[in-house]
């Protein structure tokens, strides 16, 4: 019943710009299956009452349907599309933006023993599990309050919470959990992802970022990987090309300066190592992108 009821609280209350009344709280519909698009995560909870989702983080591969939730604790280049989706029954899915200061302040409050025990070694980034009745009925009762104004303010932060708790103590909680504390190893990984993202354009030592992280080269290697799934070289090649992307939407026709601005001095090696992540070389793909966007804005007119 309550997998019934997220379908039809889904589909009621989801906006084009899937934002809602709710702040953090996020409903997605997809009508069809799209092929797979290069993006980031964010560092959210991801819930699917209907159609299937994929994501593609490095090698590994995530995979969730009905009743299946997606936590992201690090904002990660992901590659991602909905495989099962039709105009008859779209894809829905239940988003909750992951706050690392809502997570610490209930690891404060918990009781000893309230929080299941840290298994060794620092969780993957993203981790995909079957949602238990109680975080489903949470997450139920959280979008009820999308049509009681009256209630929302007061409520929505208690059951927010609630939502949050249910996973932290549920099945991939150490993945959760580790975002709200400052010392753990996958803080450690997610300030070097930050440094990298900020510094994506400049060529720079892992062991500089090792040091930076606060771990030795060989700690924040392990940890890097077991997070992200690539290594720091392999992740700032995602960065930089997800950014020559962008960026060639609107500068169509500067390839080599795209290439030069995200850190590629070598035009051959950028449009070499462009075609292997997107299928095609920049100049053919900043052409199927900006008639992409010339019929979206078209159909939209």
Known sequence: MCLEELRALLARHVRPDWTTAIDGVLISKVDRPDPPT??????????????????????????YGPGQYLVA?????????????????????????????AVAELLLQA?????????????????VSDASPALLDAVVRLLRLLDEPRDRAVLAPMVKREVLWRVITGEQGATVR??????????????????????????????????MSGMSVSAFHRNFQ??????????????????ARLLLATHP????????????????QF????????????????ARLRDAGRATAGALG
């Open 111 to 127: 009781g000893p023993g309230d929080v299941p025990r840290a298994g060794e070694g620092v969780p993957s980034g993203i981790a």
């Open 38 to 63: 290069p993006s980031t995560s964010g560092t959210i909870l991801a819930v699917i009452a209907q159609g299937a989702k994929r994501l593609a983080l490095g090698d590994r591969i995530y995979e």
């Open 271 to 286: 449009s070499r190592e462009y075609r292997r992540r997107f299928g095609a070389p920049p100049s053919r793909d900043a």
């Open 253 to 268: 026709g500067d390839v080599t300066g795209v290439g030069r601005r995200v850190g590629y001095d070598n035009p051959s």
């Open 226 to 243: 077991a997070v992200t799934a690539m290594s720091p070289i392999q992740f700032q090649k995602q960065i930089r090309l997800q950014e």
């Open 178 to 211: 580790q975002l709200g504390l400052a010392d753990s190893g996958l803080s450690h990984v997610s300030r070097a992802v930050r440094w990298i993202r900020e510094h994506y354009a400049q060529p720079f030592r892992v062991e500089d970022v090792a040091r």
């Open 73 to 101: 604790s690090v904002d990660l280049p992901v590659t991602g599309h909905f495989t099962r989706a039709d105009p008859e029954r779209p894809a829905l899915g239940f988003g909750l933006v992951l706050e690392p200061a």
